[in-house]
């Protein structure tokens, strides 16, 4: 039997994760048993919403228990199979697994992803992925984008916003990224197509908003939450759209701290649809997410970036990275050797 | 020519309206001119909204100018005509007019009511009007109930939002009132058949939520805002929808020390529905809603209370009661003696 590497969860993090939180774990493993299947880890998916979970809050899954390994998704190779449908060697999607390097499942959880030429397989963690399929849902669903809406998204330059930036200009709309780096801000312009970038390190959010959104802002797409929320809560429209996807800016942050954004009250005034969203309720639309997307990636129309760390060592590490705004596009934890 | 008298919004109120922020001013009225109705008001309505008018915000409508009559919405007599198709005496809706014995307007603005036996002219203020349309809109549209939904509402009493937990009952769903007295607690569950009633003033609004929603809460009727809104907001359910309507505790409050609700992040991980909306919104629909309503109120489906007060002299201090919660019902100021 081989010998297991396991992110277990020992205590809920304060503020941002730190050492001590996550230990990690070597254990033989057992046999494995009828009807699923044994998958090696090959690339984890690093994102925001794990934060969420390490926490003992009442979200939208429950907390990761103290004591078992941390929940994570992943794309990996099948080395082992009791499921007579999934055959080794396949690559599959797992779903909802664990910062491991190997995951025992059922066979019937699993999605084998097919080889599409030209296309990398971490792309099933971008565009073709939960993160993209994230963008496609909230922006289409919620937003409902018109030709020649603004829409701005804040944490532009990251797995989901870089999609929706590119998803809106592919219908017709202005596109106003939010970001945190120059260098964000330049691949945001320069290879995404936004119309506009804004750095909120080094600019004033609010007069660079009125610069770039001369027309107001129809969509806001909501990834942060903080002063950045309410800079664009601000400046929207009549009957604007508010797809609430993510509020990284809280999720370290003590919970009897936070404040809701300070003029809620402009969402009455405005007439705005806030509403709060999760990939997984999508889950049954994710074929049709999933072919325009293809096609749109096809068609050259999506540029997407992956930060890939490596090392299963580094997981704590590098999803740090995703609060300090270190990464651009969407970041990976390479855990070992895809096959050639 | 009539004399007129007309509240001139003087300066912009700080908190709660006070003495000289409106001044009474009689003048001569001018001849009437072409096109026009000149209506001596009989009921002028009071609504939260009111409020909102005299401060210098940038809310779904401009702000009453300073040194202007203030707005405001009435019934009246039409005392002379310039406009065929209204003739004197005739019982009409102004729609926005102003706090005033009488409004000079075009003859096309003004709606002309059909007298309904055993139904009182109020009730054009009250369930037949923008209130009412105000909670069958919200609700139906943006609430979008279903049989066994758990419904709460706030400033249940209200002219709205009695009418909301009304109109959840005949939908066949659980509503739950929020109050601030015992007696208008009583009045909507004895009267008004709401399946419970918090007294927010004596009581644990969120204990008392959780005996009175058991199973959560599917659709916050949300009309006043700040720590209520959050107790509810901690007990949304999935897919929960929240028409936001009223921020009534805010209106008096300083802009600079609001909060939103601190909870603002349930709202993504319960994934709802928060829509702002104003009635005036829906005014190409209102021949449905009245349509609607008016046949439940037929049926004695519908009851409903007119607090009067008398005189157009005290209509500052009239609209106070609205934020210190003395009234039941719809407020009206009865300005002067309707026809026999």
Chains 1, 2 share one sequence.
């Not at 592919?170 to 936004?194: H, P, Y």
């Not at 074929?287 to 090392?311: R, S």
Request: contains cysteine; proline residues 6%; negative net charge.
């Amino acid at each position: 039997m081989p010998t297991n590497q396991s992110w277990y969860l020992r205590r809920r993090p304060v503020g941002e994760v730190s050492e001590g939180d996550l230990e990690l774990v070597s254990e033989e493993m057992s046999p494995l048993a009828d009807d699923m299947v044994r998958v090696r880890t090959l690339y984890l998916s690093l994102d925001p919403t794990n934060r969420i979970w390490m926490s003992d809050m009442d979200a939208y899954l429950p907390p990761v228990e103290l004591n078992t390994p941390m929940r994570g998704g992943s794309i990996g190779v099948v080395e082992e199979s009791n499921f007579d449908a999934v055959s080794v060697g396949s690559i599959v999607n797992t779903g909802l697994a664990t910062w491991a390097l190997y995951n025992d499942l059922p066979g019937d959880a699993v999605n084998v992803l097919p080889p599409i030429p030209g296309v990398p397989l971490t792309a099933f963690m971008g565009p073709l992925g939960a993160t993209g399929m994230t963008a496609y849902f909230g922006l289409m669903d919620i937003g409902a984008p018109k030709e020649g809406d603004t829409i701005v998204v804040s944490a532009a330059a990251g797995a989901v916003g870089s999609m929706v930036g590119q998803i809106g200009k592919i219908n017709g709309c202005r596109v106003v990224g939010i970001a945190g780096s120059d260098e964000k801000c330049r691949w945001l312009t320069d290879v995404a197509g936004f119309d506009a970038a804004i750095n909120y390190k080094t600019e004033d959010v609010g007069a660079a908003l009125d610069q770039h959104c001369p027309d107001g802002i129809d969509i806001n797409f909501e990834n942060v939450g903080g002063t950045i929320m309410e800079a664009v809560i601000a400046r929207l429209n009549d009957f604007s759209r508010m797809p609430l996807c993510g509020l990284i800016s809280t999720y370290n942050a003590d919970p009897e701290a936070s404040t809701g954004p300070k003029n809620f009250e402009n969402l009455l005034m405005r007439r705005t649809k806030v509403q709060g969203f999760i990939v997984i309720d999508y889950l049954d639309r994710f074929a049709e997410g999933i072919a325009a997307m293809g096609g749109w990636l096809m068609e050259g129309k999506l540029k997407f970036e992956t930060d890939i760390v490596e090392g299963l060592e580094n997981a704590p590490s590098a999803l740090r990275r995703l609060f300090t705004g270190a990464n651009l596009g969407k970041l990976v934890l390479q855990v070992s050797e895809p096959p050639a």
